[in-house]
């Protein structure tokens, strides 16, 4: 479908389609401003809010038929930068950032994640039981969680029980995945007719005879002449998946509650397994969720807040705990290698590869079982008899996981088939048959538990509004092997003061410790500043109907990360245990010990200084609109003194905190509605986030060369040889600069010789393309009702990123299959039209290098969503005593235009379990 449409509509006529319609969306389809937003352990009215955040409601998130919650946030959030990993249920959380990155080196950067106000994964999620999701982007935000808020927080809220008659939601979703794209290998015709070509290029004689390469374009001949597709043998054309979801909510003035119970299935692309071999098992995936949320009023000032939730999941896979080894051996084998079965029905192979399809039938099963558990109480006393508006809340939580394994394995005998010089068949035998195994050995767990007390102050005198809040919180987080927990004591407060829904002014501020720095510098204090200004509320802007909405807000304030990478406690001199040495003249060694890496006495937390500015605005009670600009500046990063301290003092750097990044950029949404009167009701909304770093200072090693440093460039930024073309003739070669990495032929990829010196080597190494992370990221969402039916159409893209072509597209190195692309290689007649370097049957040390020729733009725009549904009328559901009731049809990843040729998809160049496109089918109903 995408080289269909694509010269109609490029990449970047979409994107200016988008910013002609919005500089950028809110992600829910909600372009009324909420009444309150959540902040840092609370709620608080949104007129009041002075921080930089961006929401999105749990219902949106259904619109995504995905096994992983985190795979529903594709551009929904205005300043969250979702990166795809693998497609593979159950391993398939992709990345997070918030606002770009901010550090460099072993330093991670991962998102703090919270559910209901505690550490804890929300992957296993699902959006039935997700009220909200926030993330807090700037320092009013995060400061409270001082030493764990630089790379910023995501608040998970799940849903709680609504006073009111009990009602009953009941719904099932039914549907399919289907590999967006495979990677397309040369078939067997092809490849041996380019790998002669490749064998005259290296001065050889060419494998295949004439009489072959008829054979293999006829295919008259399959079991010596074999041409064989790996994806068809091993995996199905679509793979089902389902979804069944029971909710009740309901209460009183006492209890209210929220139940919900949710059964997950999807099965893998892998074909059925277990149904063909008894010790094999099919590929599926199964996960059971349970919520139970009560809000209980023990006393008229004494209330109880309970949350408890979990899942159970089960994975099974032949051939593997997951499938990445099993993608690659298919991608890798080159499809004349030997055929699926030999004529007695034994497994086709040889000396390199195994037999994909063998894999998957022969070597057993793979099964897993996962649990988790959150659970948290929460006692809120009012004070109103010391005075209004003062409580006090205590809360302690739980949440745990763990995976237990269960490996059953065994290997099976291939074969390979040839014919010797008299035209005898050859059979050869690789592998040896074994009894399954089983090994259960393996499991993995970790557990957390958090400890929470507040006092709250909210009151209003008048035209003034105070709220106040002193909070500690301490936690501790254990992971199985690891003998002593990780440890977290925060301290912290937050006053607020509002003046006539005017002006507001803020600071909030936390002191927090953590086990892994030195004693007495374990903590640190993190203030941050905020005031807005809602000028809407002037005098001289009350009047105007143009502007319904104006508030202006600025924050500044310290920030800091604790995930800094290196080894744990490095403040601690190690001596570890070295190799043992041998002296004298017997055979033994003498077990000794050295000198580790120095310790840093002072090792500390990154700090990063966070400013934001912001705007927001409502026009004509339709248009609403949000701006915007930050700057953080991270110091303290770790990195080892090259700069200072030469490598030839033969001892290993020490990590000190010395690194600066900074980070700049901005966020955008805009959104329009009708009225909600009209009989067509209809929105568009979009977003646009752009975030850049730049490397300050990381004490890299001195240069001869300014364009080999580091610093200047983005954290992550590509370091390689820039492609200038090919070689044209031997006349070319001799005129150009002299490549050391092999001798190099006409056709052979050209680089620039960066420094002058007519040489070729690594000191031409310099920045090429831009970063993995995307500078760009945004969304357009548009929807519209008319007469029970609804239309909702989301779209996500990126801009500013570059992907790398990996080794699968290296055609014949390391004997392994050739793309596609490889027929559009150079030759003396296609010198001028070609777009991949000469064909080489060795290891081409020259073509194969990290090169900007491998590079290609990973800008791209997705149709993320596309659902269309049908709402039964309210006569209707009155005559079958229904609150509501709504059918669908739904399809997700269903078209990208980008610049990746060969129908592959940007997010998932590597090999590995494909991108899927998603379509289903369900209905929700409400007793």
Known sequence: ??????????????????????????????????????????????????????????????????????????????????????????????????????????????????????????????????????????????ALYGSRGANGVMLVTTKKGVKGALKVGFGVQYGFNKPIALPKNLRSYDYATLYNEALQNDGKAPMYTNSDLEAYRSGNDPYFHPDVNWYDQILRKAAPMSNYNLTFNGGNETVRYFVALNALTSQGLLIKAGDKEEESSNSKFQRYNFRTNVDINITQKLTAAIRLGGTVEDKANPAGNTT?????????????????????????????????????????????????????????????????????????????????????????????????????????????????????????????????????????????????????????????GNN???????????????????????????????????????????????????????????????????????????????????????????????????????????????????????????????????????????????????????RHILAQPFFTVPQYVGVDLPFLNVGKVDNKGLEAVIAYHNAADAKVQWFVEGNAAYAKNKIVYNAEAVQEDTYLYRTGHPAGQPFGLQAIGFFKDAADINASPRQTFTSVQPGDIKYKDQNGDNIIDQNDVNAIGNSYLPTLTYGLHAGVKFRGFDLDVFFQGVSGSTVTLGNQFYAFQNNRSAPEMAKDRWTPATAASATYPRLSSANNLNNYRFSSFWQRDGSYLKLRSLELGYSLPKQTLSRIKLTSARIFINGNNLFSVDDIAGDLDPETLGIGYPALRTFSAGFRIEL
Request: proline share 4%; glycine share 10%.
């Open 324 to 480: 990445a080894n099993l993608f690659g051996l298919a991608a890798s084998i080159p499809s004349n290698a030997f055929p699926v079965y030999l004529p007695d029905g034994s497994f086709g192979g040889n000396a390199l590869y195994a037999n994909p399809l063998g894999n998957v039938l022969q070597t057993g099963s793979y099964t897993s079982n996962g649990r988790t558990l959150q659970g948290s109480l929460r006692l809120t006393q009012q004070l109103d008899f010391i005075t209004p508006g003062l409580s006090v809340s205590g809360a302690l939580a739980l949440n745990t996981y763990f995976n237990s394994y269960s490996n059953k394995s065994k290997q099976y005998e291939r074969f390979s088939i040839s014919r010797n010089s008299n035209g005898d068949t050859v059979i050869t035998r690789f592998g040896q048959k074994t009894s399954l195994a089983g090994d259960e050995s393996r499991s993995d767990q970790w557990r957390n538990y958090a400890l929470q007390g507040f006092l709250n102050y909210d009151r209003s005198f008048g035209i003034h509004n105070i709220s106040a809040m002193l909070m500690y919180n301490q936690d501790s987080y254990s992971i199985s």
């Open 484 to 634: 002593l927990p990780y440890k977290h004591i925060n301290g912290g407060a937050r006053i607020t003061y509002a003046y006539d829904e005017r002006y507001i002014a803020e600071v909030n501020m936390s002191y927090m410790g953590s086990e892994n720095f030195p004693k007495g510098k374990r903590f640190g204090y993190f203030p941050a500043f905020s005031a807005g200004w809602i000028a809407s509320n002037e005098n001289f802007l009350k009047e105007n109907k143009v502007i319904s909405f104006l508030k202006l807000r600025a924050s500044y304030g310290l920030t800091g990360n604790d995930l800094i990478g290196g080894p744990r406690f490095m403040f601690d001199q190690l001596f570890p245990f070295g190799a043992s040495p041998y002296f004298g003249t017997g055979n033994n060694g003498t077990a000794g010990i050295y000198e580790g890496t120095p310790a840093n006495p002072d090792v500390t937390w990154e700090k990063e200084t966070k400013t934001n500015l912001g705007l927001e605005a409502t026009f004509i009670e339709r248009i609403s609109f949000n701006l915007d600009v930050f700057s953080n500046r991270r």
């Open 1 to 142: 479908m995408k080289s269909s449409i694509y010269p109609l509509f490029t990449r970047q006529r979409f994107v200016a389609l988008a910013f002609a319609c919005s500089a950028g969306w809110h992600a829910s389809a909600q372009t009324v401003r909420p009444d309150s937003v959540e902040v840092p352990y609370g709620r608080q009215a949104a007129w009041m809010v002075t921080g930089a955040v961006s929401s999105v409601q749990g219902n949106e998130l259904k619109k995504t038929f995905n096994t992983n919650l985190g795979n529903t946030l594709y551009g929904r959030l205005p300043g969250l930068t979702v990166q795809a990993g693998s497609s593979e249920n159950g391993v398939n959380t992709p990345g997070m950032v918030i606002r770009g990155v901010g550090t460099f080196g072993a330093a991670d950067t991962k998102v703090l994640v919270l559910v209901d106000g505690f550490e804890s994964t929300f992957a296993q999620l699902v959006p039935d039981e997700v009220e909200s999701i926030t993330i807090l982007k700037d320092a009013a935000a995060v």
